[in-house]
């Protein structure tokens, strides 16, 4: 069992940056596809960034130009670096394995207006 856990969220001004991390424990992680999700308030859940197995990255179009997702499987984390960031970007960012039911338990980013 493959478990996931986020951090480096919080409280930022619009503009400014975050980085968050996805720590991965058991499984083989350089075989697995990664994701960052994210959850307003009162919205679904919807996919913000997606990195291959081997490292090709995708983007939702409202973060493109701002957000990077990177992975490094030897410390099996998946990242996302957050620039520019606006009030709509403000949800719990969640990380999953592609085409499993393991997801963190989310981070909580907040950008002031």
């Known amino acids: 069992q493959v478990q996931l856990v986020e951090s480096g969220g919080g409280l930022v001004q619009a503009g400014g940056s975050l980085r968050l991390s996805c720590a991965a424990s058991?499984?083989?992680?350089?075989?697995?596809?990664m994701a960052w999700y994210r959850q307003a308030p009162g919205k679904v859940r919807e996919l913000v960034a997606d990195?291959?197995?081997?490292?090709?990255?995708n983007y939702q179009d409202s973060v493109k130009d701002r957000f990077i997702i990177t992975r490094d499987n030897a410390k099996k984390t998946v990242y996302l670096q957050m620039n520019d960031l606006k009030p709509e970007d403000a949800a719990v960012y969640y990380c999953?394995?592609?085409?499993?039911?393991?997801w963190g338990q989310g981070t909580q980013v907040t950008v002031s207006s």
């Open positions: 058991g499984g083989i992680f350089s075989s697995y596809a």
């Open positions: 990195i291959t197995i081997g490292g090709s990255p």
């Open positions: 999953t394995i592609i085409g499993t039911y393991s």
